[in-house]
């Protein structure tokens, strides 16, 4: 969470361009020019040597490592920080914006995203805090668990680890 929050001041320099966001998307093999909130949560978990799919596209966050998905508000695990949340785009049809929880109230997650802005659009300007009403995420994931742990989570949840 340090290492995302030490990113706050990041500001792009033209369109999804400027040297923290060329860094960010390096990150998973790109150049300058692509949208990079992926791409900025890829930097932040390789930052620690944490396992993550190297990508800066948000749906292949969300393939593994999932810990909830869609289903209304029924089975939403307690979130710890680090944890990954998609937001679901309609008129894309998938997720298309993905940041880091820092932490969680009864109605919201507070997070830290790259490519948004003060409105919390997913083409912003920059890295900023963001408070996400729980009922707009539609997917969370935790990159940060031990595998065995993960496994665990979910049969604990769900009752299965299928």
């Not at 990041?10 to 150049?31: I, M």
């Not at 595998?147 to 665990?152: G, S, V």
Request: glycine residues 12%; positive net charge; hydrophobic residues 30%.
């Amino acid at each position: 969470m340090a290492t995302a929050a030490g990113q706050l001041h990041v500001r792009e320099q033209g369109a999804n361009d400027g040297r923290e966001v060329r860094k960010y998307l390096r990150s998973t093999g790109l150049g300058k020019g692509y949208p990079w909130c992926a791409a900025f949560v890829t930097w932040c978990h390789d930052q620690h040597n944490i396992p993550n799919p190297g990508s800066a596209r948000v749906v292949d966050w969300f393939r593994a490592n999932v810990i909830w998905q869609d289903r209304g508000l029924q089975n939403r695990p307690p979130v710890k920080p680090g944890y990954v949340m998609g937001l679901y785009y309609s008129r894309l049809g998938r997720l298309g914006h993905i940041g880091i929880i820092e932490y969680e109230d009864r109605n919201n997650y507070y997070t830290i995203e790259g490519n948004t802005n003060q409105a919390g659009s997913r083409e912003g300007d920059g890295v900023y805090r963001k408070i996400r009403p729980k009922r707009t995420v539609s997917a969370l994931g935790d990159y940060c668990v031990k595998p065995e742990q993960y496994f665990k989570t979910i049969k604990e949840l769900y009752g299965t680890d299928q």
